[in-house]
């Protein structure tokens, strides 16, 4: 019965609070952040009557001159107490009409005293959803959430930082799980003495603050600081550190006195003794690349991070000193990829992984690396969006509530327990690790089982049995002249042809407009979200397209040392496109390197089977290629 008189109370607070959303939004004209800075100046001031055990406002004031001189002078009490105590000094700027109005809304909820754990949670739902993304800064899902903080086994004893803390998701679950084991009063202390929090905006810090209050009567060491500029009090002082930094290139770093300070802010060159940074500064940097080696500096010797990062830092080829820098600063412990639609209920598909990394100590060396990928998260946007925790005691299937991150946690929790019979995930011996990629799919298992197969028998480099076109075309046309454009959409992957061309003028040719190409040439698609699945498409260039201009998402690939049919064979086989899938990177337009398509094994049949394919394949072509011209002929009237 308790908790359902909470329950009660906890949506007439949700439904209290929204009303004054509204109701300020209506008839104050506020946007949707200033209305949240209103309520949340409103609830600090209640908090302050309640603390004070003050009357209720409106009773002993009936009137209305009466009321908003008094609500004044109270209200500068408050500020006074609270920046004395937490250094939050808001002002509230309602107009009269509408502070009355929505103080007698909360004038009768105590959040001093009769503040229930479910209130508190549904008031911190609450503020979240009014608070859930932009500059770069996404809100995590509640199911990652849970996920980071059950990879390692929360500790009372550990100093813990966030130090992108936003409204503090990491912070409380953490302080959930630690619930279980310790009493109020060492909860309360661990909160005073060793949890910590680094917030740059002050809206959101003040947010966190008002949540800790709300929920444990108690601030942690909260700090309204840019983590990027406030590095050195705490080098080398936290033992863990969970964090969903800001990312994406709108957010990127300019200041030249923060690049300096660290490595990742300079440019990096690559020569005979590896990876260095060089004395060139950047003109910028993305922010989530800095905040690793923020990470790195804040943590102790041994301490960890469990990071949420973009699977560019782990994939991309240009990013590779990124990495670099992580391998030589880090152990890494897990990487687990996230699926597409995590960041979907804030508007973004960016793909994701968590990454667990130990910065290096002398006592500790590189350890195998569990690798693992969540597949279904609960939900796939933000329309169907619900929070969801994972199942830690795994008493209910996962599958009610369509997720695998409860599997993936179960099977990390073997790992460390000396078990490797995984279906989500592998181990990858720390011997094999390297810069050149940090990512699930590169490391996956059956990539190198394929790999291992086709090396059983006679193989030999795709750039080492042909060329591939790097010059762009060269024409003397008049730019008045028609010229036929191919774009990877033209290309007809069951029957690898170039079924269709646009007829455009020189001039009016794409900035992609890059090769042209011949017939006998093959080409094939190193670009789009079809590359290394069974719709990549490959072609034979006929007669009908001699000369044309084709797009750079196009390879051109022509002088060839084996049968250019054995090979269109080979474009269209599981083989061929496994590997693409495996060496692309890209989330939004995948895309494979000119290196790394040289570098595609092919495995080489006997002389008498290639003769026999090249044969097949031949002569397939050249009865389509018949059918087409008599299809022509009698389009034309030729019969």
Request: aromatic share 12%; charged share 25%.
């Amino acid at each position: 019965m308790v908790y359902k008189n909470s329950r009660r109370k906890s949506i007439k607070l949700n439904s209290k609070i929204r009303e004054i959303h509204n109701y300020l939004y209506g008839n104050e004209g506020l946007s949707e952040e200033e209305c949240l800075d209103e309520i949340v100046k409103l609830v600090y001031f209640q908090l302050f009557l309640n603390k004070k055990s003050k009357n209720k406002l409106i009773e002993l004031h009936p009137s209305r001159n009466d009321f908003i001189e008094n609500f004044k002078k109270i209200e500068k009490e408050a500020i006074n107490f609270f920046n004395e105590k937490y250094g939050y000094s808001e002002k509230i700027k309602l107009k009269n009409n509408s502070l009355i109005y929505c103080y007698k809304l909360i004038e009768n909820i105590n959040f001093e005293k009769n503040f229930q754990d479910n209130e508190a949670i549904i008031f911190q739902n609450i503020l979240n959803s009014f608070n859930r993304s932009g500059r770069g800064q996404y809100f995590t899902p509640d199911i990652i959430v849970d996920l980071c903080i059950s990879l390692l086994e929360p500790n009372s004893k550990f100093k813990i930082l966030d130090p992108a803390a936003g409204s503090g998701g990491f912070l409380f679950r953490y302080l959930e799980k630690l619930e279980n084991n310790i009493d109020t009063t060492k909860l309360q202390e661990f909160i005073e003495n060793n949890l910590y929090s680094f917030e740059i905006s002050k809206k959101i810090h003040s947010i966190l603050n008002l949540k800790f209050l709300l929920r444990y009567k108690k601030i942690p060491n909260s700090f309204n600081i840019d983590s990027l500029k406030h590095v050195d009090k705490y080098e080398n002082f936290f033992d863990i550190i969970f964090t969903n930094p800001p990312f994406g290139t709108k957010a990127k770093i300019i200041d030249k006195e923060i690049l300096q300070n660290f490595d990742l802010g300079y440019f990096w060159n690559d020569n005979s003794s590896g990876f260095k940074p060089s004395d060139n500064l950047r003109k910028n940097q993305t922010p989530e690349i800095l905040f690793i080696e923020v990470c790195e500096k804040l943590l102790k010797p041994g301490g960890k991070v469990v990071i949420v990062l973009p699977n560019g830092i782990l994939e991309n080829s240009s990013l590779r000193y990124v990495r670099e820098f992580i391998l030589n600063k880090f152990n890494v412990i897990s990487v687990v990829q996230l699926p597409q639609e995590t960041f979907s209920p804030t508007g973004t598909g960016i793909n994701t992984s968590v990454v667990i990394l130990q910065k290096k100590d002398v006592r500790k060396k590189q350890q195998n690396i569990f690798y693992s990928k969540i597949t279904k998260i609960g939900y796939s946007s933000n329309r169907d969006y619900v929070a969801t925790q994972i199942n830690t005691e795994f008493k209910v299937s996962s599958e009610l509530n369509n997720e695998d991150a409860s599997l993936v946690l179960r099977e990390f929790q073997d790992f460390n327990n000396g078990i490797n019979k995984f279906k989500n995930s592998y181990i990858l011996k720390s011997e094999n690790i390297s810069s050149i990629r940090l990512d699930f799919k590169f490391y996956n298992p059956k990539y190198q089982k394929l790999k291992r197969n086709i090396k059983k028998g006679d193989y030999k480099r795709l750039g080492d049995l042909v060329d591939i076109e790097t010059e762009k075309y060269i024409t003397n046309l008049d730019k008045d002249t028609f010229v036929n454009y191919i774009e990877i959409s033209d290309l007809n992957h069951q029957y690898s042809e170039i079924t269709n061309s646009q007829k455009l003028k020189v001039s009016e040719l794409p900035s992609r407009a890059s090769f042209q190409i011949k017939t006998g040439d093959l080409i094939t698609a190193v670009s789009g979200n079809s590359i290394g699945t069974e719709k990549h498409p490959s072609a034979l260039v006929s007669n009908e397209f001699n000369n044309s201009i084709v797009t750079n998402g196009l390879a051109v690939i022509k002088n060839f040392k084996v049968s250019k049919f054995y090979l269109i064979y080979f474009l269209n086989s599981e083989i061929f496109k496994e590997q693409i899938y495996r060496l692309r990177t890209g989330a939004a337009i995948p895309s494979i390197t000119k290196e790394n398509l040289e570098n595609i094994l092919v495995p080489l049949a006997s002389e008498s089977k290639i003769n026999k394919i090249e044969e097949l394949i031949r002569s397939n072509y050249l009865s389509r290629e018949k059918y087409r011209n008599s299809l022509r002929k009698i389009n034309e009237g030729n019969l």
